[in-house]
Nanobody, 123 residues
Framework: QVQLVESGGGLVQPGGSLRLSCAASGSIVSINGMGWYRQAPGKERELVAAMLRGSSTNYADSVKGRFTISRDNAKNTVYLQMNSLKPEDTAVYYC?????????????????WGQGTQVTVSS
């Protein structure tokens, strides 16, 4: 009933930039928090950046000053602008959203995840 579709990953050289997008679609009533997580090989999934509907943001210390999260609430889309990328940013990036959705008879709330998009930073 609800899908998150990510785009924008790829291969980039150190110091380069990428912009990730994540669009939510389906029987959405409202979206509270939206954010990005990442998981590198052999490591646990970690929060990269998150944004509440009211625009409050939270960033991992490792990306502060380099990454910027933004939202277009009209499009149910969240973005992650990644600048000054480093090899240690290499990971699969996942979109996450806290969504109130319509079931056909009532509304329910749950966490949704995107399928993941690979970001590789290498020369």
């Amino acid at each position: 009933q609800v899908q998150l579709v990510e785009s924008g990953g790829g291969l980039v050289q150190p110091g380069g930039s990428l912009r990730l997008s994540c669009a939510a679609s389906g029987s959405i009533v409202s979206i509270n928090g939206m954010g990005w997580y990442r998981q590198a090989p052999g490591k646990e999934r970690e929060l990269v950046a998150a944004m509440l509907r009211g625009s409050s943001t939270n960033y991992a210390d490792s990306v502060k000053g380099r990454f910027t999260i933004s939202r277009d609430n009209a499009k149910n889309t969240v973005y992650l602008q990644m600048n000054s990328l480093k090899p240690e940013d290499t990971a699969v990036y996942y979109c996450n959203a806290d969504i109130l959705y319509y079931t056909g008879s009532d509304s329910r709330r749950r966490d949704y995840w995107g399928q993941g998009t690979q970001v590789t930073v290498s020369s």
